[in-house]
């Protein structure tokens, strides 16, 4: 009798304690920032227990595809209420800051460019990347893109390696064979209906594939397709969250789907690997490749930085080229110019290097429909530790949301023709056409984890030319690669 009197005390002090953890997560913690950023005069949709805002998103974006599922008479480039009508909302009620809820988590939504500057371009490692939810997270792994410290110099490092400008131009080659067969394939397609998003999803898979994985792009491209599926499962559940836990006890179809995805796509990688090896073991090769397979890294890291790559390279460019495609499909004196253009610099050649930086006009246009239609349309970070950004006390844990397509859309900023195809803003480049201010165009991100990087000379290199049958740098030329 007293040894079960003991079992239970101890079980209910296991549940009392489970319980306190929850209701802290759950119930105290969030009241208390709110309680903190209201008394700030920083406010946003009041928090609703376990489901924060997901729900209210989730309506809300729900609604707008009901609306909107017939062909548009007019088609309009003020996207914000269709794409992110939470924002577009919220932005109305509460203004350019405010705080809104991913579950239990505080999210604090800054659309002010300087404060998007102060927090993106900060080296103190304050504001870092935040893990990402459930399956966001199996796409992405712990690659490139949301990794911190010593692991993202190494893999940054190692990406600069696979992509530097040498061998991007060398993969041009590659990129024109794709694109001559999907003329080819065009051809046959004259005066027909063209799908564009699908066709540049399979010329993507094949042009990344090729340059990736290099031989074993067929394979590559089977891993492509099996994470384009688990994208779309991804961001289907975005915004509908479960209890804490209540996977590991019973899963939605979806969550089974996924998890068989993510096994799928490691076994697939694990076999590309494995081949290469044994074709090494046999002498048919002398190394492992140049091509992103070849850099010797951890299993695990390379099945990540693959489905990594896939997911920043391959998704970003297909909605780029998409996108461009349609503006130019409606604004046809934009499409003339552009094709005289390409045409006056390539004549019947196949495009390459040199002349692809000459394409001023083509520039322009991406340019123009890199604003109003970024890939890329929001970009976050935890705040590490308590800090001061702009006159705000920021509590530890909370994420900042950096609106990226709000901002490209606001006419604040780029005066009242904002939601017009106009790329002569960009006709005396980014810095006149953003009156110098790097956030208010951020396609590719800001500060040291944005999509680009300048280098300088490392302290370290040695300068000594040498003859070895060509002159190279007897000791490599280090460089330290810098954020734009
Ligand atoms: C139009 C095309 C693209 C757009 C709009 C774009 C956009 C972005 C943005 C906004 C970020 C910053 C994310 C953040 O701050 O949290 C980013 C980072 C990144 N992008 Fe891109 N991207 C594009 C193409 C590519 C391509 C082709 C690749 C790979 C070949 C790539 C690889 C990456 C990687 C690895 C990062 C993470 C860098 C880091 O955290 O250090 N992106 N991209």
Not at 14 to 30: A, C, G, M
Not at 67 to 94: C, D, F, R
Not at 231 to 239: E, H, K, P, Q
Request: glycine share 6%.
């Amino acid at each position: 009798m007293d040894f079960l009197g003991f079992l239970l005390g101890i079980s209910a002090l296991f549940l009392s304690s489970i319980l306190t953890k929850l209701l802290h997560k759950l119930w105290w913690r969030p009241i208390r920032v709110q309680r903190a950023m209201a008394s700030q005069g920083i406010n946003g949709p009041p928090y609703k227990f376990i489901h924060g805002s997901t729900k209210e998103i989730f309506k809300l974006k729900e609604d707008v595809m009901m609306k909107t599922n017939g062909p548009m008479k007019n088609v309009s480039h003020e996207i914000l209420p269709i794409v992110e009508p939470h924002i577009h909302q919220w932005n109305k009620i509460y203004g350019g800051i405010y705080l809104y809820w991913y579950g239990p988590q505080a999210l604090l939504l800054i659309s002010d460019t300087e404060l998007v500057k102060e927090a993106l371009n900060d080296r103190d490692k304050t504001y870092v990347k935040p893990e990402f939810p459930g399956d966001i997270k199996k796409i992405l792994g712990d690659g490139l893109v949301s990794t911190e410290g010593k692991k993202w110099t190494r893999q940054r490092r190692l990406a600069h390696l696979a992509f530097h400008g040498e061998s991007l131009k060398g993969m041009i080659p590659a990129m024109v064979d794709s694109v001559h067969m999907l003329l080819k394939r065009w051809q046959n397609l004259e005066a027909k209906e063209v799908e564009l998003f699908e066709e540049f999803t399979a010329i993507l898979s094949e042009v990344i594939s090729r340059t990736a994985f290099g031989s074993s792009y067929i394979e590559g491209r089977d891993i492509f397709q099996m994470l384009g599926e688990l994208t779309i499962i991804a961001s289907r559940n975005l915004f509908k969250l479960r209890l804490p836990g209540i996977s590991k006890i019973w899963k939605t179809s979806d969550e089974i789907k996924s998890d068989r995805l993510e096994k799928a796509i490691r076994d697939a990688v694990l076999g590309i690997i494995d081949k290469r090896e044994k074709k090494l073991n046999a002498g048919e090769i002398d190394d492992y490749g140049n091509d992103f397979l070849g850099k010797r890294i951890t299993i695990n890291d390379l099945v990540d930085e693959c489905k990594t790559f896939y997911l920043a390279g391959q998704e970003t460019t297909n909605s780029i080229l998409t996108w461009t495609l349609f503006l130019l499909a409606i604004h046809k004196n934009w499409q003339e110019e552009a094709r005289k253009e390409v045409a006056d610099v390539f004549g019947d050649e196949d495009p390459n290097h040199e002349g692809i930086m000459k394409l001023k006009t083509v520039e322009m246009i991406i340019n123009e429909t890199l604003r109003l239609y970024p890939p890329v349309i929001n970009v976050i970070r935890k705040v590490e530790r308590q800090v001061t950004l702009g006159n705000l006390l920021l509590p530890p844990d909370i994420i900042l949301h950096i609106p990226i397509l709000k901002i490209h859309h606001d006419p604040r900023i780029w005066g009242d023709d904002v939601h017009l195809f106009k790329p002569e803003r960009f006709s005396e480049g980014i810095a006149k056409a953003t009156n110098n201010n790097a956030a208010a165009f951020l396609p590719f991100g800001l500060g040291p984890r944005s999509c680009r990087y300048s280098f300088t000379l490392s302290p370290d290199y040695i300068h000594l030319p040498t003859q070895i049958l060509a002159m190279r740098p007897q000791h490599g030329v280090k460089v330290i690669l810098h954020p734009l």
